[in-house]
Structure formats: C-alpha cells, structure tokens
C-alpha cells in the first residue's frame, strides 16, 4: 500500500513539475493550469496524509485506502475535464460568431467597393 502512495506521489509531483514547466514556457495560459495544480496538490496531499485518506475510505465505505485515493483522484480530473469542455464550448460559440461578423464586414467591404466601381 505505501509503494502504491509512494507511486501517486511521485505521479503528483510530475504533474505539478510538468504543468509549471509549461507555463513558464508559455505553453498553457495560467488561467487553465491552476486546475490542473489544484488536482495534483490534491493528489499529493491525499496520498501523503494517511489520516484523511483513511478517513475518505472510511465516508465513502472502501475497505482499501488505494481505491479511494483512486475513486477522488478520477473524480477532481473528471471536474477538470468538465471545466475545459465548458470553455472549449464557449471558445467556438466565441469563433461562430466572429467569422459571422467577418463575412458581415467581408459582404459590406464588397458591396462598398461594387458602389464605388459603378
């Protein structure tokens, strides 16, 4: 069992690196890191504070702290996950209704150069 939470923290510490790794490089906006931050921290700490990891297997009625800590970690990605479906969902109702005002702009540019040529 404490390999398995070694293994998990390890996992978190990588993420952490990867995911500040990345926005020093300007790979990722800061904006869309701080959940993937806040689901690594979250990992490292559950599978560091035996307490509270057992106490999660205790509410959530698991009899291994490994399955809870696996149960909680698939949860807050699957909440990450969420959260980028929703802005990727805005960004292209965002991109619909700019190329609708560009071929808007596109039609009236035509249409002012066609008056002029007359």
Known sequence: MDHFLNLMTIFGIGLLIVVLASVRRAHIRVEYSVSWLGAAVVMIILSRSHWMLGWMT?????SEPGLALIIIVFCVFLAVFYRFSVIISHLKDANIAMA?????????????????GQ
Do not use: C, N, T
């Open 100 to 116: 609708q005002r560009v071929a808007i702009l596109e039609y009236q540019v035509q249409s002012m150069h066609e008056q002029q």
């Open 58 to 62: 205790a509410e959530l009625g698991l």
